[in-house]
């Protein structure tokens, strides 16, 4: 498994085939990434015992069983449709955050069917066979839980959420009477879900009577199937419409699956009609949505908000945010680093910190710039490294500043040729793999203690000046793209 595997997040993969128990016997080799997948699991089991009620552990936690450990790649079984359907939506994120603690390593977790024969959940066309379903079904409630997390108060605001964030603030304090529906885009681990479920948590605190109904497309199209197959669709419409705020996560889910596309639209006018609040999330614009027109030209009506990749101030506000959250202690240069290296996914940012917060705590020892290097260097390569040359470092962030490269490399101590030189310096310590002595070599035969200097001074002035970071930003992203400033 590479690094490509990890990059892709932490999102659960729905496999298409069936494992049976032949391949699951074949997979459990002796090997030392399985026995300590296992040895992990069996503490994660004994920590979910502990927080779960024996009911729940031992129909959906108990049956669950260690497949392999494939890289980050964490495999799971589990026994039916139903239970890896279950576990995904309840228990995912603890399990994974157990497992990261247990194993000391960003953990991307897969459950696969074991030993059965059910068709998985790829498309809505009804199952041929009916399936048995637990008896705890029957009294499970609609909305999915909110994680405690996701509230306002834990999310960093920036310049590419501000937008998002005001209009699920606004949504969260007046639902139903400003924007409707708010529709919140963008990629992967940028922060949709945290918003939407703030929303959730804000409305079930300050107006408790009101039926808030969190769900993702993909639970959506799966209470929907359920309904048709054991012909409950009046009992689902009369409890999806029984709600006054419909926060529906991810609905590009729902491409491809015009049954419950069309049973979405009704549901959708049922509420809208009667001015419910609607929320929701995808990873495209509504017209980027192979959806009917019927339904984005209502998304349309409403209020559209995108989440951009955050820039580097906003980065470093999360990383501050969630290691003081984590009471860990990290050295700003650290901080830097990781803001430096992971800059287009937050999950990706909590990734590396579950992991260099596990190592310190395991290894009890400090984190140093050196050592986040080593751990996260493998599985984050930055964008840049391959393409960025240094020469051509000092070329761009001359011309931004009208000198000559000679200015960078020369004695001069006037203030704009020091600034200079020092953005030239942190911005190839930043874009290409050069230790500090090369870049003190590349400057004149400075000493490299004069380039961790420079360096320090540009990230100080970064987190202090707006314009300044912009500046900077700027300037990496051209010597990143190739452009001439
Ligand atoms: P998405 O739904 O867009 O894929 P999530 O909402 O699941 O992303 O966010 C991924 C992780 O990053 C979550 O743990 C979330 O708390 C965190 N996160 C995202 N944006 C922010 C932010 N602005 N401030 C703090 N944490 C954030
Ligand atoms: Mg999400």
Redesign the pocket.
Same mark, same amino acid.
């Given at each position: 498994m590479t690094a490509l595997s990890f990059l892709l997040g932490h999102t659960i993969i729905i496999l298409q085939g069936t494992i049976h128990m032949s391949d699951w016997q074949l997979q459990l080799g002796e090997d030392d990434a399985y026995r300590s997948l296992q040895a992990a699991w069996e503490r994660v089991m004994k920590a979910l015992e502990e927080r779960l009620n024996k009911p729940s552990f031992e129909s959906w936690i108990r049956p669950t069983r260690p497949l392999a450990l494939d890289g980050p790649v964490v495999r799971l079984g589990t026994p039916s449709r139903f239970a890896k359907h279950y576990v995904e939506t309840r228990y995912l994120d603890t399990i994974r955050e157990l497992l990261e603690l247990e194993l000391g390593q960003p953990v991307h977790v897969q459950f696969e069917l074991v030993e059965a024969n059910e068709p998985v959940l790829m498309t809505d066309r009804l199952p041929r066979k009916p399936v048995q379903r637990p008896p705890e079904d029957e009294d499970e409630p609609l909305s999915q839980p909110l994680n405690s997390?996701?509230t306002f108060e +834990?999310? !960093? !605001?920036g310049a590419s +959420?501000r937008l998002a964030h005001a209009c699920a603030v606004s949504v969260a304090e007046t639902p139903g009477k400003t924007y409707n529906p708010l529709f919140i885009y $963008?990629g992967? $681990?940028? $922060?949709? =879900?945290?918003l939407m479920q703030a929303i959730g948590h804000h409305i079930g605190d300050n107006e408790p009577h009101l039926r808030v109904l969190y769900v993702s497309g993909e639970t959506f199209t799966y209470h929907y199937i359920t309904a048709l197959r054991e012909h409950k669709t009046s009992q689902f419409r009369r409890k999806y419409r029984d709600v006054d705020v419909w926060l529906v996560d991810d609905i590009h889910f729902l491409v491809g699956k015009e049954r419950t596309e069309e049973e979405f639209f009704h549901t959708y006018n049922a509420l809208y009609d009667t001015g419910k609040q609607i929320v929701l =999330?995808s990873d495209r614009a509504p017209k980027e949505l192979d959806l009917d027109n019927r339904l984005l030209s209502r998304f349309e009506c409403g209020m559209i908000a995108d @989440?951009k990749p955050p820039d580097l101030e906003t980065r470093l506000a @999360?990383i501050q945010?969630k290691a003081a959250n984590e009471n860990m202690t990290l050295p700003y240069e650290v901080m830097l680093y990781i803001a430096s290296l992971i800059t287009t996914n @937050?999950?990706q940012i909590?990734g590396a910190l579950i992991k260099l917060h596990a190592y310190a705590s395991l290894m009890r020892t400090q984190i140093t710039e050196s050592l986040a290097q080593e751990l996260l260097g493998n599985y984050f390569t930055p964008p840049s490294q391959a393409i960025v040359d240094a020469q051509k470092v000092q070329q761009q962030v001359a011309r931004r500043f009208n000198l000559d490269v000679e200015d960078l490399k020369g004695p001069s101590r006037t203030k704009d040729i020091v600034v200079a030189r020092q953005v030239a310096m942190y911005l190839m310590r930043q874009l290409t793999d050069w230790s500090l002595p090369a870049i003190g070599r590349a400057f004149g035969g400075r000493d490299h203690t004069t380039v961790l200097h420079a360096c320090k001074c540009i990230a100080a002035k970064i987190a202090l000046d707006k314009a300044f970071s912009n500046l900077v930003e700027d300037l990496a992203k051209e010597i990143r793209d190739g452009r001439n400033c």
């Open positions: 997390r996701y +834990n999310f !960093v !605001v +959420n $963008g992967s $681990g940028l $922060g949709k =879900t945290h =999330t @989440i @999360i945010s @937050i999950r909590e």
